[in-house]
Structures are given as C-alpha cells and as structure tokens.
C-alpha cells in the first residue's frame, strides 16, 4: 500500500467540494455531510444534535415540549399531477411536526417570489395552500415576502415554518430503533418523485400516478392511540425515500435495518416508470408517507390503526431492526436473495445502464 | 449498459417522417420511436431502449423459456446420469414440454 | 409488468440456483459484459445465490465506466461555452473527469440537461434555435441507432444547432482484448443481451471456437441472469465451448437489420480508447464524413486534451476481472463511493462500489450463512 499522501497531485476530483451541488440538498449521503461537517458544528447544541425532522424543547419552567420545525420548498414546475408547491409547503412542515411526535398547531410562511412571476400563479399557489392547511386545521399566523430581481429565483421559492405539542409519553427519536423492532410505512412509496419527473423537460411520460401530498398528523396520532411509548421512531421519507430513511435511522441509532423488498408497497404504474427511467422505488421521494418503527408487540395492532386511516389503507410491515450489520440497510430481494441498500448519494438520475 | 424494458405498443402514428408510437410500460405510456421495428404491430410487445424499441418480443419463445426453468427440476432427475450434469439428452428447448404447470407470466 | 414480474419469479430463481450448485465441480470465472447485468446481479442479490465455485467478475461493458476522461473533459469544456446546452443520459452526470463532473460544471452555471433519449435532445435544438444543443452519444451497440437516428433526423431536418460528441464502443473486440490479455481469468462470458437484441450474435461463435471459451447469450431479469449462469458452467463442466442463446425472446442470430443499416449509414468503425483498457483497435464508432457537421468534436475546437488518471486507481484491472477491487491501493481509503476515483466507484452497481458496499455488509455481520455468500467479500 505504498501510496505517499504528500506527493499525492491527482486532482482528487470529488474528494472537496469548493461549490455546492444539487446533490447537497438531495437529502442523501452529500446532505448529511454539509449537515455534520458544516450546520452542526456552527450551531451545536442538544436539541440540534438530534436530526430529527424538528427539535423538540421544552418550555422553561414547565414539562410542557414544544416541537419546532423549518422547511423550504423549491419544486419545479409549481404545480403537478396531484399537488402543487402550496400543499407541498404546509403539509411537509405539518408532517415534519408529526414526525416529531407533535400534534401541529400553527404555521408560519415566507416567499420569496421572483419578480415576473404571474399574479395570478402566485395567487393560485396561496389559495392551495389554504386550502391544504384548513384541510389540517392549523393557521398560518405570521409571514413575510422578498421579491428577488428576475433571474435571482425559480418563480417561487416557500419557507414554513411550523410550532407543535408534544403529548407526554410521546417519544420519538431517530435513536430509540432497537433490535427486534418492527419497521411499518403507512402505503405506496415512490409516488410523489415519479409524479413530478414524469412532466419534466426530457422525461416525460403519461401516467396517472399523482403526488401523495398529504398530512400525517392524523395517522400519528392513530399510532400512539395504541400506545404512545410503543412508537420508537417516526420519519417521513422524503427526499432520498425509503432508502433514505432507514439508512439515516440506522446510522443514528447504531443499529442494523433488513428490509423485505417483497413487502414494500409500490404502485405499479410508480414501478414501471422507474423500470423505464432506471431508478429504484426505494429512493424516490414521497410526501405524504411515514416510516413507523414500532415496538414489536406493537406492530400488528399499529398496521391496523394505520390501516383504519384512508391515508394508510395499503400500510404494510416491512422489515425489522436487528443487532447486525450496525448502521446498515440490508434488503432480503424479489427472488429472495440479499443485497446492501446503500444511502444515495446525492439526487437520483436516470440511467440507460 | 443498456437498461431495456418490454412494452406493449398501443398506437403508431408518423412524426417528421419517422415511424412511432406510444407504448404502455404496465401504466406508463411513452412516446417511442418505431423506426427499428418495421413488422411491429399495435398489441406487440416490444423492448424499449432509450425511447427507441430494438426488438419486438417474441411472446412465445418467452413462454418456452420460463416452461423450460419451470420443468428444469424435473428433466434433469430424468437425465442424471452424467454426474456433472452437463450434456443433458434432452432437447432444452420447446416441443417435449407440456405446459401443465407453466407460470403465468404477469405483472 | 407483463414479461418482467415472470422473470423474476423467486421460486423459479432458487430452483435454477440449486441446479447451478448440483452441476458445478471446481471453481469458474465467469464475466458478465454488460453493466446493466451487473446491475441487475448487484440489485437482486444473485451474487449471493450462487456457489463458491463460481465467481463473477463484472465486465467493461458499462458506458460511463469507460468513456474515457478525455472525452469527459471534452463535454466538460464544450458545457462550459457560451450559449451551449449539453445534454446527456442521466449516468454520465457523476462520472469524474480531470477536475469535476457535469453535475458540479452544472452547479457552476453551465446548462447541462438529462434526457431520457437523444431524440429528446433534437427537441430541446429545436426548441431554442439560438442555442447549440450538444448531446453526449455515448454507449455500447444498444444506444447507438438511437444516436444514429437522432443525428441522422437531425441533418434532415437542416438543424444546424445540433451535434453529438460521440463515445461508442463495441463489445466483441473488448471480449476479445480480455481473451488475448496474458493475464486473463475469465473462461466464459454472458453477453450482452440487448446488445446482441440489435448486432445478433453471429459475431460469437469464431469468438467461442478461437479462445475456447462458452459465450451465452444473457438477458437482464433474474431468471435471465441465472440461467445464462446455469448454461455457462453446463458448457464449462463439459468442456465445450459453444455459443448458446438464453435470450431467445429478443435476441435473434442475425439482429435488427433495419437498426444495422442505419448504424452503417452513420457510423463508421474507429479505434477507440476504453477507460482503464487503452486504445482497443477497431472497438469503436465515429459518424461518416457524411455527416461530420453534426459531429461536436468538429464543431467545437477545444483543441488537444491532455490528460492523466489518478495513478492509483486500477479501475481498467478489475473491469478485465484481473483484480478484485480491494486488491486495489486506493479501494475504501481514497476511494470510496462519495470520492470516486474511478468509474467503476461512481454507481452503486459499478464493480467498485457494489464490492465497497457488501464488503461493509460481511464485516458486520455474524457470519451466519458465509463462504458461498462472498464471491464479491473477500
């Protein structure tokens, strides 16, 4: 192994990245290392430490827990089969409190629009959005709005902003996965990310599979209705899908994951789509799906009040937590062979190959 | 290298003078370029590279190979005698097989 | 899907796997060309399913693995001019070249754009006149009447916005470069599927007699894959090296002739470097003179490109199966699937990357069903 390191010229070509790329904010291994080796240092303390989708604080004084979290949406185009940025950016702030164990109870919303943007566009994607957000219940009760010189933005970009209660006995964490835990998702994956790939530039195809937008405040709640300790972990597998999730959940929680592929709810029309374009459900995003890991006695009664739900009436188990291969995602295939689910790297792109 | 995907072609139609179609991949319909196919038919099946079809799928010998993998247990218990199990008698190929327990090819 | 989900059938796969096991008598390298292949083991783990004996060793037939840095420098630089869209199949995008990849030149403003078909990129000239739309054609002999057509459209139609910068490679002459290496390991091959689905397979069998070697003709699906496996060492075991068709359902003897003719309409043979490999004679196509207006490398004068890999990264040995990739100085230390060094690191199928993953998986787990699970462990 006689490589010198000080004489080392090759240009080493992704080692560092001088600029940031897509990939960054693709939710998958480049997200995670901006996160660790640059956010978490500047601002670390406990309640960041976590990663979870939120933080989760707890009112001085008082043992009352309240869930904060942020999100911004820069979907391209503004509007596609099933959803629009609008749902988009109350329910994945709405599901991100969720995802804390938090039941949601109001919104904040900042734009920063593109000067040029139709009147009319930018009135339609508000009234969606409030639309999506008296669908949950929840106000938007501040906001703010920049407008940026044409060419300086992508028509719209939203930020949300979102408070939550946390209910005692309630606690998820990405760390509490523990061996012998049952891993649920509450329905099909990969619809949301196939249904905007299939109107863009270069892509498109015809289909009838729309977005899965939606909010899972009210399928958490019918988790803990079962036992609020028995929920371990709660995540929404958004960008970086399925795949993702159970990686970061993993590596968090120093556990192994195995996946039953054969078990994984996918639409066919999702699964034909990324036949054709080379992809895998796995890693395709969804917005309106969680990742329950649940406490294995738990597990059948939690499939049924996921079930009961119509945002989770194709809810399936799917795999288990195990003491092996820690840090892991590990797939049991189709042809009941087992292959290494690895996190992806960066955003997911069509292959010929 | 090369990520190709049976479809069964629904429409053909002509576009700058190049023969397409639209073909349905189990839901999804794309827009393909037929020029390579010239005998495909509405209700072929054909594989799809890069929005092109290369080939059309010949559905029979696809039900001849899975009978064949299907049976595969069976004919060679017949037909151990060569301890390596290499040249089996039997043809491998179509003709002896019934297709009593022929999978359904389906999505 | 109709014609897919029946191949994949999980009783029929481990049926094919026990014969497998019950036939094979001492230990075979067997290469599957294609990438797609290898993508296809790697995704449903049949890697795993088969016996010590039998070792797989993932071919060169992966575009992006060997289109070599010169070329991707090129794009790099014909990306960066003025007014220039680039587009490109979605693989190519993360592949390293000299000083980045088309995803980073992206980031860096450059108007790179991933399409589905190159007929896609003939729209995207169409649609911005004022552009010149330049699309990255590479791929082995399945992609290129696509390419073909496109530029063959293309000068019909007097665009004068579009051009091609074209990598195409050929499999037979790399088989054969893998067959008269000294060092060669690989006593049969699973060819290509799709590509003979448009060449046929009546370059094979001089091939076959020549070296020795079986070469089964392989599709992509499991069931394919394992019964290309189950046919290669039933020719092995017995000693005859024969060309055998398991992809009877698209593949023919003589190919698609309307998709040859078009090929040599266009194309032309040329030598052709392969990533890792070196020039290869005759393993390659560049378009006809006919049609040298629409060739990028023509269009755009870049000029000489020198370049130079990283030194350690022996991706060209284990693409030839002459190494494993840990065998490699560079693997999991330098290189690893967030720093790829070489192509065969980038996707999480590349021979690189797929030993990098279960490498990690066999390390960390109690060795419950081992040895016949690590062909690709150790």
């Given at each position: 192994?006689?490589?010198?390191?000080?004489?080392?010229?090759?240009?080493?070509?992704?080692?560092?990245?001088?600029?940031?790329?897509?990939?960054?904010g693709?939710?998958?291994?480049?997200?995670?290392?901006?996160i660790?080796?640059l956010?978490?240092?500047?601002?670390?303390?406990?309640?960041?430490?976590?990663?979870?989708?939120?933080?989760?604080?707890?009112?001085?004084?008082?043992?009352?827990?309240?869930?904060?979290t942020?999100?911004?949406?820069?979907?391209?185009?503004?509007?596609f089969?099933?959803?629009?940025i609008?749902?988009l950016?109350?329910?994945?702030?709405?599901?991100?409190?969720?995802?804390?164990?938090?039941h949601p109870?109001?919104?904040?919303?900042g734009?920063i629009?593109?000067?040029g943007?139709?009147?009319?566009?930018?009135?339609q994607?508000?009234?969606r959005?409030?639309?999506?957000?008296?669908?949950?219940g929840?106000?938007?009760?501040?906001?703010?709005?920049k407008?940026?010189?044409?060419?300086?933005?992508?028509?719209?970009?939203i930020?949300?902003?979102?408070?939550?209660?946390?209910?005692p006995?309630?606690?998820?964490?990405?760390?509490?996965?523990?061996?012998?835990?049952?891993?649920?998702?509450?329905g099909?994956?990969?619809?949301?990310?196939?249904?905007?790939?299939?109107?863009?530039?270069?892509?498109?195809?015809?289909?009838?599979?729309?977005?899965?937008?939606?909010p899972?405040?009210?399928?958490?709640a019918a988790?803990?209705?079962?036992?609020?300790?028995?929920v371990?972990?709660?995540r929404?597998?958004?960008?970086?899908g399925?795949?993702?999730?159970?990686?970061?959940?993993?590596?968090?929680?120093?556990?192994?994951i195995?996946?039953?592929?054969?078990t994984?709810?996918?639409?066919?029309?999702?699964?034909?789509?990324?036949?054709?374009?080379?992809?895998?459900?796995?890693?395709?995003?969804?917005?309106?799906?969680?990742?329950?890991?649940v406490?294995?006695?738990d597990?059948e009664?939690?499939?049924?009040?996921?079930?009961a739900?119509?945002?989770?009436a194709?809810?399936?188990?799917?795999g288990?937590?195990?003491?092996?291969h820690?840090?892991?995602?590990?797939?049991r295939?189709?042809i009941?062979?087992?292959?290494?689910?690895?996190?992806?790297?960066?955003?997911?792109?069509p292959r010929?190959? | 290298?090369c990520?190709?995907i049976?479809?069964?072609?629904?429409?053909?139609?002509?576009?700058?003078?190049?023969?397409?179609?639209?073909?349905?991949?189990?839901?999804?319909v794309?827009?393909?370029?037929?020029?390579?196919?010239?005998?495909?038919?509405v209700?072929?099946?054909?594989?799809v590279?890069?929005?092109?079809?290369i080939?059309r799928?010949?559905?029979?010998?696809?039900?001849?190979?899975?009978?064949?993998i299907?049976?595969?247990?069976?004919?060679?218990?017949?037909?151990?005698?060569?301890?390596?199990?290499?040249?089996?008698?039997?043809?491998?190929?179509?003709?002896?097989?019934?297709?009593n327990?022929?999978?359904?090819?389906?999505? | 899907m109709?014609?897919l989900?029946?191949?994949?059938?999980?009783?029929?796969?481990?049926?094919?796997?026990?014969?497998?096991?019950?036939?094979?008598?001492?230990p075979?390298?067997?290469?599957?060309?294609c990438?797609?292949q290898?993508?296809?083991?790697?995704?449903?783990?049949?890697?795993?399913?088969?016996?010590?004996?039998?070792?797989?060793?993932h071919g060169?037939?992966?575009?992006?693995?060997?289109?070599?840095?010169?070329?991707?420098?090129?794009?790099?630089?014909?990306?960066?001019?003025?007014?220039?869209?680039?587009?490109?199949?979605?693989?190519?995008?993360?592949v390293?070249?000299?000083q980045?990849?088309?995803?980073?030149?992206?980031?860096?403003?450059?108007?790179?754009?991933?399409?589905y078909?190159?007929?896609?990129?003939?729209?995207?000239a169409?649609?911005?006149?004022?552009?010149e739309?330049?699309f990255?054609?590479?791929?082995?002999?399945?992609?290129?009447?696509?390419?073909?057509?496109?530029?063959?459209?293309?000068?019909?139609?007097?665009?004068?916005?579009?051009?091609?910068?074209?990598?195409?490679?050929?499999v037979?002459?790399?088989?054969?470069?893998?067959?008269?290496?000294?060092?060669?390991r690989?006593?049969?091959?699973?060819?290509?599927?799709?590509?003979?689905?448009?060449?046929?397979?009546w370059?094979?069998?001089?091939?076959?007699?020549?070296?020795?070697?079986?070469?089964?003709?392989?599709?992509f699906?499991?069931?394919?894959?394992?019964?290309?496996?189950?046919?290669?060492?039933?020719?092995?075991?017995?000693?005859?090296?024969?060309?055998e068709n398991?992809?009877?359902?698209?593949?023919?003897?003589e190919?698609?002739?309307?998709?040859?003719?078009?090929?040599?309409?266009?194309?032309?043979?040329?030598?052709?470097a392969?990533?890792?490999?070196g020039?290869?004679p005759?393993?390659?196509w560049?378009?006809?003179?006919?049609y040298r207006?629409f060739?990028?490398e023509?269009?755009?004068?870049i000029?000489?490109?020198?370049?130079q890999e990283p030194?350690?990264?022996?991706?060209?040995e284990?693409?030839q199966?002459?190494?494993?990739?840990?065998?490699?100085?560079?693997?999991?230390?330098?290189?690893?699937?967030?720093?790829?060094?070489?192509?065969?690191?980038?996707?999480?199928?590349?021979?690189?990357a797929?030993?990098?993953?279960?490498?990690?998986?066999?390390?960390?787990?109690?060795?419950?069903?081992?040895?016949?699970?690590?062909n690709?462990?150790?």
């Amino acid at each position: 192994m006689a490589i010198d390191l000080s004489q080392w010229t090759c240009p080493l070509p992704l080692r560092d990245y001088p600029s940031v790329v897509l990939g960054h904010g693709g939710g998958g291994k480049l997200s995670a290392e901006l996160i660790e080796h640059l956010f978490l240092p500047a601002f670390r303390n406990d309640a960041l430490a976590n990663l979870a989708d939120g933080a989760v604080v707890t009112l001085p004084g008082s043992s009352t827990r309240l869930a904060l979290t942020t999100d911004s949406f820069v979907v391209r185009p503004l509007f596609f089969p099933g959803s629009s940025i609008g749902d988009l950016a109350i329910n994945g702030t709405v599901n991100d409190l969720a995802m804390c164990g938090a039941h949601p109870l109001c919104l904040t919303a900042g734009f920063i629009i593109e000067e040029g943007l139709p009147m009319a566009t930018l009135a339609q994607v508000v009234a969606r959005m409030a639309e999506a957000a008296a669908r949950v219940g929840v106000p938007v009760v501040t906001g703010d709005t920049k407008v940026v010189e044409k060419g300086h933005g992508d028509g719209l970009f939203i930020n949300t902003t979102g408070l939550g209660l946390v209910p005692p006995a309630v606690e998820v964490n990405p760390s509490r996965a523990r061996p012998g835990d049952v891993v649920l998702v509450s329905g099909t994956v990969g619809d949301h990310g196939i249904a905007v790939l299939s109107v863009r530039e270069g892509l498109t195809f015809e289909t009838t599979i729309e977005s899965d937008c939606a909010p899972l405040h009210e399928l958490t709640a019918a988790l803990f209705a079962v036992r609020p300790d028995g929920v371990h972990v709660l995540r929404d597998p958004t960008r970086g899908g399925l795949a993702g999730a159970l990686n970061e959940i993993a590596a968090r929680a120093e556990v192994g994951i195995v996946l039953d592929e054969r078990t994984v709810p996918v639409r066919q029309e999702v699964q034909a789509a990324c036949e054709l374009l080379g992809l895998d459900p796995l890693y395709i995003a969804n917005e309106g799906k969680l990742i329950a890991i649940v406490a294995r006695e738990d597990a059948e009664a939690m499939l049924e009040a996921l079930r009961a739900h119509p945002l989770g009436a194709q809810a399936a188990i799917i795999g288990e937590v195990t003491d092996q291969h820690a840090g892991m995602v590990i797939g049991r295939t189709a042809i009941g062979a087992t292959r290494v689910i690895p996190a992806p790297i960066g955003e997911q792109l069509p292959r010929i190959c | 290298m090369c990520l190709g995907i049976p479809g069964q072609i629904q429409a053909i139609f002509e576009r700058d003078g190049v023969r397409m179609g639209k073909v349905n991949f189990g839901g999804v319909v794309k827009e393909v370029c037929l020029a390579y196919v010239p005998e495909a038919q509405v209700g072929d099946y054909t594989i799809v590279h890069v929005g092109f079809a290369i080939t059309r799928l010949d559905e029979q010998s696809a039900q001849e190979t899975l009978r064949t993998i299907a049976q595969m247990g069976l004919l060679d218990e017949e037909c151990d005698t060569d301890a390596a199990g290499a040249a089996c008698p039997i043809a491998p190929w179509g003709g002896a097989a019934p297709p009593n327990h022929s999978p359904q090819p389906n999505a | 899907m109709k014609y897919l989900a029946a191949f994949r059938n999980g009783e029929l796969a481990q049926r094919l796997a026990e014969e497998i096991r019950r036939m094979v008598t001492r230990p075979w390298v067997i290469m599957e060309v294609c990438g797609g292949q290898t993508h296809a083991i790697i995704r449903n783990g049949i890697d795993q399913m088969l016996p010590a004996e039998v070792e797989l060793v993932h071919g060169p037939g992966c575009p992006v693995c060997v289109t070599p840095l010169e070329t991707i420098d090129r794009a790099l630089a014909i990306a960066a001019l003025p007014r220039v869209i680039c587009c490109s199949f979605g693989d190519m995008l993360r592949v390293p070249g000299s000083q980045k990849d088309l995803l980073r030149a992206r980031s860096e403003g450059c108007d790179v754009r991933v399409v589905y078909s190159p007929l896609d990129a003939v729209q995207i000239a169409r649609d911005n006149p004022n552009r010149e739309v330049v699309f990255f054609g590479i791929g082995f002999e399945t992609t290129a009447p696509a390419n073909a057509m496109a530029v063959h459209l293309a000068r019909r139609l007097g665009l004068r916005n579009f051009s091609m910068l074209i990598s195409h490679v050929l499999v037979p002459p790399a088989i054969e470069a893998i067959l008269q290496s000294p060092s060669n390991r690989v006593q049969a091959f699973l060819a290509a599927g799709h590509v003979c689905s448009v060449m046929g397979y009546w370059q094979y069998p001089p091939l076959a007699e020549r070296y020795g070697v079986p070469i089964v003709i392989t599709g992509f699906e499991p069931l394919d894959l394992l019964d290309g496996i189950r046919r290669a060492v039933r020719l092995l075991e017995a000693g005859t090296p024969h060309v055998e068709n398991a992809y009877a359902r698209a593949v023919s003897f003589e190919g698609n002739v309307a998709a040859q003719q078009m090929l040599a309409e266009v194309f032309e043979p040329c030598d052709r470097a392969w990533r890792g490999l070196g020039v290869i004679p005759n393993s390659g196509w560049r378009l006809r003179p006919a049609y040298r207006d629409f060739d990028a490398e023509y269009r755009f004068d870049i000029g000489h490109i020198a370049t130079q890999e990283p030194a350690v990264c022996r991706s060209g040995e284990v693409l030839q199966g002459k190494i494993k990739p840990n065998q490699c100085p560079a693997f999991g230390t330098l290189c690893t699937p967030r720093t790829p060094l070489g192509a065969t690191m980038v996707s999480s199928e590349g021979a690189c990357a797929a030993y990098y993953n279960f490498g990690r998986f066999a390390s960390t787990s109690a060795p419950a069903q081992p040895a016949r699970t690590c062909n690709h462990g150790n």
